[in-house]
């Protein structure tokens, strides 16, 4: 054992490269970028004005969530996350629900951001762009965790940078204005379904949960890393969701698909708007860089316990890394890009991603005093918030994700039967 309470590594184990500053930087890369770029639109157009409203709900809940996560991460500091903590405090069967929710949602929250970088990029070459990127991606994370950490500092950074042009220009174009604030209410499913959607935007927050085996001394750095990513994101967030609101209004918001390029063109400022569209494609490239890295833990994890097949659970000798998993999800997350829809992916990831937080306070909520380092009605409200987030999403998104979880129950009880007969 190690003395932050996990395996000892191993030739089938992965190495615990990560500290506290890479475990941030990792959440930040996660979820810097998804939602200011990909998710505001939409939920401009669900809750107008409000949008500041959904933003701090989304945030709300999000921040229950990574209490769960991280308190359930310190006791089980291994690959899979929500899939491991699922097992081992509620059973086999909520473990793979949650594994099977985590990737079916992050798959299209993949394709999502590789479409986005086409999107800002070359907008009539969107998907050979985004199929570019994802190889891109795919190589880094492949050639090891140390240096996925190391590509995603170097991203947050110009992503940051980015931001704060975006920021400029559009309090500083001439055009922001309380008077763009003005607007029917759009009433109180208008802003849950805002808060669901940029719920998109802070799913990142926990993806140092799923890196659980590769980060050092996991039961003080999880619970500090997780929590300190998302405050700070959602300090970034409202300062560029405001700017937006006062710059060009919901309404524009709602109808772009480059939201922040078009508020800063509106202004005295557009000479900024390409510094801007660069840090949109540099953000869909570090988030896209960790949820790859994430999602192929979970494959990993749910291989080594045979809930996937076992070839996908090999470590790389040299790389240290599972590299069968993260090739198989970029051959994945490519189809996904070559048949999904943007807004459509956004939706359907959000009801599964919530779908596999509700798993993750369920379990917390198990934990005894010894275990809980935060109140355990956070993990009741989690659960809670996040099933109301769900439900509020756009009908279509909820069919979808209620058919895939359907799908998963099915491959369940098949296992269970052949493994009974077995």
Same mark, same amino acid.
């Given at each position: 054992?190690?003395?932050? /309470?996990?395996?000892?590594?191993? +030739? *089938?184990?992965? *190495?615990?490269?990560?500290?506290?500053? %890479?475990?941030?930087?990792?959440?930040?890369?996660?979820?810097?970028?998804?939602?200011?770029?990909?998710?505001?639109? #939409?939920?401009?157009?669900?809750?107008?004005?409000?949008?500041?409203?959904?933003?701090?709900?989304?945030?709300?809940?999000?921040?229950?969530?990574?209490?769960?996560?991280?308190?359930?991460?310190?006791?089980?500091?291994?690959?899979?996350?929500?899939?491991?903590?699922?097992?081992?405090?509620?059973?086999?069967?909520?473990?793979?629900?949650?594994?099977?929710?985590?990737?079916?949602?992050?798959?299209?929250?993949?394709?999502?951001?590789?479409?986005?970088?086409?999107?800002?990029?070359?907008? !009539?070459?969107?998907?050979?762009?985004?199929?570019?990127?994802?190889?891109?991606?795919?190589?880094?994370?492949?050639?090891?965790?140390?240096?996925?950490?190391?590509?995603?500092?170097?991203?947050?950074?110009?992503?940051?940078?980015?931001?704060?042009?975006?920021?400029?220009?559009?309090?500083?174009?001439?055009?922001? %204005?309380?008077?763009?604030?003005?607007?029917?209410?759009?009433?109180?499913?208008?802003?849950?379904?805002?808060?669901?959607?940029?719920?998109?935007?802070?799913?990142?927050?926990?993806?140092?949960?799923?890196?659980?085996?590769?980060?050092? *001394?996991?039961?003080?750095?999880? +619970?500090?890393?997780? #929590?300190?990513?998302?405050?700070?994101?959602?300090?970034?967030?409202?300062?560029?969701?405001?700017?937006?609101?006062?710059?060009?209004?919901?309404?524009?918001?709602?109808?772009? *698909?480059?939201?922040?390029?078009?508020?800063?063109?509106?202004?005295?400022?557009? !000479?900024?708007?390409?510094?801007?569209?660069?840090?949109?494609?540099?953000?869909?490239?570090?988030?896209?860089?960790?949820?790859?890295?994430?999602?192929?833990?979970?494959?990993?994890?749910?291989?080594?316990?045979? %809930?996937? +097949?076992?070839?996908?659970?090999?470590?790389?000798?040299?790389?240290?890394?599972?590299?069968?998993?993260?090739?198989?999800?970029?051959?994945?997350?490519?189809?996904?890009?070559?048949?999904? %829809?943007?807004?459509?992916?956004?939706?359907?990831?959000?009801?599964?991603?919530?779908?596999?937080?509700?798993?993750?306070?369920?379990?917390?909520?198990?934990?005894?005093?010894?275990?809980?380092?935060? +109140?355990?009605?956070?993990? /009741?409200?989690?659960?809670?918030?996040?099933?109301?987030?769900?439900?509020?999403?756009?009908?279509?998104?909820?069919?979808?994700?209620?058919?895939?979880?359907?799908?998963?129950?099915?491959?369940?009880?098949?296992?269970?039967?052949?493994?009974?007969?077995?």
């Amino acid at each position: 054992m190690t003395p932050g /309470g996990g395996q000892t590594p191993g +030739p *089938d184990r992965l *190495d615990r490269r990560l500290g506290l500053g %890479d475990a941030v930087v990792i959440g930040l890369g996660s979820m810097l970028g998804a939602g200011v770029f990909a998710a505001v639109g #939409p939920a401009a157009g669900a809750a107008g004005s409000w949008l500041l409203a959904g933003l701090v709900l989304a945030g709300a809940v999000a921040y229950a969530n990574a209490t769960s996560s991280a308190a359930l991460a310190a006791l089980y500091p291994e690959s899979g996350g929500t899939y491991a903590y699922g097992r081992r405090r509620l059973g086999p069967f909520w473990g793979f629900l949650a594994g099977w929710a985590f990737l079916a949602g992050k798959l299209a929250s993949c394709a999502a951001m590789a479409l986005t970088l086409g999107s800002y990029v070359a907008p !009539g070459l969107a998907r050979p762009v985004a199929l570019a990127g994802l190889a891109a991606v795919t190589v880094a994370n492949y050639l090891g965790v140390a240096k996925t950490a190391a590509a995603t500092r170097a991203v947050v950074a110009v992503v940051l940078v980015a931001l704060a042009a975006a920021v400029a220009g559009m309090l500083l174009g001439g055009r922001a %204005d309380l008077a763009n604030l003005a607007g029917p209410a759009p009433g109180p499913l208008g802003v849950l379904r805002a808060a669901g959607l940029l719920f998109f935007a802070f799913a990142g927050y926990a993806r140092v949960a799923t890196l659980g085996e590769e980060v050092a *001394d996991p039961a003080r750095t999880i +619970p500090r890393a997780v #929590p300190l990513a998302l405050g700070i994101v959602l300090a970034v967030y409202a300062l560029v969701c405001g700017a937006a609101l006062l710059a060009a209004g919901p309404a524009a918001l709602a109808t772009s *698909d480059a939201p922040l390029a078009a508020a800063v063109a509106a202004g005295r400022l557009a !000479g900024l708007e390409p510094a801007v569209r660069a840090g949109a494609a540099v953000a869909s490239l570090g988030v896209l860089l960790s949820l790859q890295a994430g999602l192929s833990r979970t494959g990993f994890a749910m291989a080594a316990n045979r %809930d996937l +097949p076992a070839a996908l659970a090999a470590v790389h000798p040299r790389h240290k890394v599972p590299h069968r998993a993260e090739l198989a999800v970029a051959v994945l997350v490519a189809a996904a890009v070559l048949a999904v %829809d943007l807004r459509g992916a956004i939706g359907f990831s959000s009801v599964l991603v919530l779908v596999y937080y509700t798993v993750a306070n369920a379990a917390a909520w198990t934990l005894g005093p010894a275990g809980r380092r935060w +109140p355990r009605w956070l993990a /009741g409200a989690g659960a809670g918030g996040c099933l109301v987030l769900a439900a509020s999403l756009p009908a279509a998104s909820v069919l979808a994700g209620a058919a895939v979880l359907g799908a998963g129950g099915a491959v369940w009880l098949v296992r269970s039967a052949r493994a009974q007969l077995s």
